[in-house]
T-cell receptor, first 111, second 113 residues
Framework: TQLLEQSPQFLSIQEGENLTVYCNSS?????LQWYRQEPGEGPVLLVT?????EVKKLKRLTFQFGDARKDSSLHITAAQPGDTGLYLC???????????FGKGTSLLVTP | KAGVTQTPRYLIKTRGQQVTLSCSPI?????VSWYQQTPGQGLQFLFE???????NKGNFPGRFSGRQFSNSRSEMNVSTLELGDSALYLC????????????FGPGTRLTVL
């Protein structure tokens, strides 16, 4: 059973479009991270959210942690080909516990 | 600061063999975690080592084992390889025990024939 469910699994859009990726769970997390992984590489940490309702922005990327700390979303504005990759959410049920990863959303942005 | 390094990057083995993968964490990081990534299951946690002690362990059979050395470098070993062990094995380091902000290496691609 996957603790974190990500949707959609695959997303193919054109440059300039906006998109939102979701990460949902029935469990509460002490923190949640978003990573991006490119082919042949390991995941790279984008952001960590800790407080329910927290919103963080990283240039054109906006991350939100749900009020109940059970879900999160990643919104990309005006997507660019460089945004192409596998977006993974990961959460820790308690601080110091092992991370649980979602299966990821594979994003393809075409020029 | 150099990132996490993993060797080898690619490995081909046959069923029944054993394999050892190596990971060097970021300098100063004492926590090393190992993950298996497959298209079907995604990223799954194998184990975490901190100061040469295993802190956490995922739900994998005993054929998967690991260790950490005094310089924080870590190795993982898989014995009696099965076809289903074909995967990308990722190592991640963190500055604290159970640190949730993990820095990943490029991975070792293991193919079992």
């Amino acid at each position: 059973t996957q603790l974190l469910e990500q949707s959609p699994q695959f997303l193919s859009i054109q440059e300039g479009e906006n998109l939102t990726v979701y990460c949902n769970s029935s469990s509460v997390f002490s923190s949640l991270q978003w990573y991006r992984q490119e082919p042949g590489e390991g995941p790279v940490l984008l952001v960590t959210v800790v407080t329910g309702g927290e919103v963080k922005k990283l240039k054109r990327l906006t991350f939100q942690f749900g009020d109940a700390r059970k879900d999160s979303s990643l919104h990309i504005t005006a997507a660019q080909p460089g945004d192409t990759g596998l977006y993974l959410c990961a959460g820790a049920r308690h601080s110091g516990y092992a991370l649980n990863f979602g299966k990821g959303t594979s994003l393809l942005v075409t020029p | 600061k150099a990132g996490v390094t993993q060797t080898p990057r690619y490995l081909i083995k046959t069923r029944g063999q054993q394999v050892t993968l190596s990971c060097s964490p970021i300098s100063g990081h004492r926590s090393v975690s190992w993950y298996q990534q497959t298209p079907g299951q995604g990223l799954q946690f194998l184990f975490e080592y901190f100061s040469e002690t295993q802190r956490n362990k995922g739900n994998f059979p005993g054929r998967f084992s690991g260790r950490q050395f005094s310089n924080s470098r870590s190795e993982m070993n898989v014995s009696t390889l099965e076809l289903g062990d074909s995967a990308l094995y990722l190592c991640a380091s963190s500055s604290t025990a159970g640190g949730n902000e993990q820095f990943f290496g490029p991975g070792t691609r293991l193919t079992v024939l």
